[in-house]
Nanobody, 126 residues
Framework: QREFVASGGGLVQPGGSLTLSCVPS????????IGWFRQTPGKDHEGVSC????????YYIDSVKGRFTISRDNAKNTVYLQMNDLKPEDTGVYYC???????????????????WGQGTQVTVSS
């Protein structure tokens, strides 16, 4: 499995914005489909947004469409998640995952791993 170090989280008021970053631990992300996943207490990891390596094709779950934007910079070996108009239900620990799967939707819906590496906490609260 491929692990990442995620950063950029924090405490933000509803309606605020954050930009998360994920850097892979010892591999080049250019070969992989990458996903952002979040975990809330008592729930499994949920795929939030995924992006393909080749053509930048992306997928978002309905609850974040129009508010979140996933991007990748293969030269910097980093994947980003720009989050705008944050809501309390966006609260959670955000992680990244990588796989060679070609479908961004399947990546977000099916991907899981035993060790998610270092996530970043996002708390949306007034």
């Amino acid at each position: 499995q491929r692990e990442f170090v995620a950063s950029g989280g924090g405490l933000v008021q509803p309606g605020g914005s954050l930009t998360l970053s994920c850097v892979p631990s010892g591999f080049a992300l250019s070969y992989y489909t990458i996903g952002w996943f979040r975990q809330t207490p008592g729930k499994d990891h949920e795929g939030v947004s995924c992006i393909k390596n080749s053509d930048g094709d992306s997928y978002y779950i309905d609850s974040v469409k129009g508010r979140f934007t996933i991007s990748r910079d293969n030269a910097k070996n980093t994947v980003y998640l720009q989050m705008n108009d944050l809501k309390p239900e966006d609260t959670g620990v955000y992680y990244c995952g990588a796989n060679i799967i070609g479908s961004v939707q399947l990546m977000c819906e099916m991907f899981t791993q035993d060790d998610w590496g270092q996530g970043t906490q996002v708390t949306v609260s007034s």
